[in-house]
């Protein structure tokens, strides 16, 4: 049986990291969410670590 786990699709990096839920929609932001596969952001990306320190930054 497939998994029901769905994850936020923001593309904007809205939460430091993937928000899981099990209804259509992400519970924190609102937005649509999508098979948790696959994953939202690359691991591999080099700049997405840094690129969500600066957003922490700016929002404090
Ligand atoms: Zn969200």
Redesign the pocket.
């Given at each position: 049986m497939k998994s029901d786990i769905l994850v936020?699709?923001?593309p904007d990096d809205?939460?430091e990291r993937p928000?899981y839920t099990l209804g259509g929609?992400?519970?924190?932001?609102?937005?649509r969410?999508v098979n948790s596969a696959p994953a939202p952001f690359s691991p591999t990306d080099p700049h997405g670590e840094y690129r969500r320190a600066l957003k922490r930054r700016h929002r404090q």
């Amino acid at each position: 049986m497939k998994s029901d786990i769905l994850v936020c699709s923001d593309p904007d990096d809205t939460h430091e990291r993937p928000v899981y839920t099990l209804g259509g929609e992400c519970p924190e932001c609102g937005a649509r969410a999508v098979n948790s596969a696959p994953a939202p952001f690359s691991p591999t990306d080099p700049h997405g670590e840094y690129r969500r320190a600066l957003k922490r930054r700016h929002r404090q």
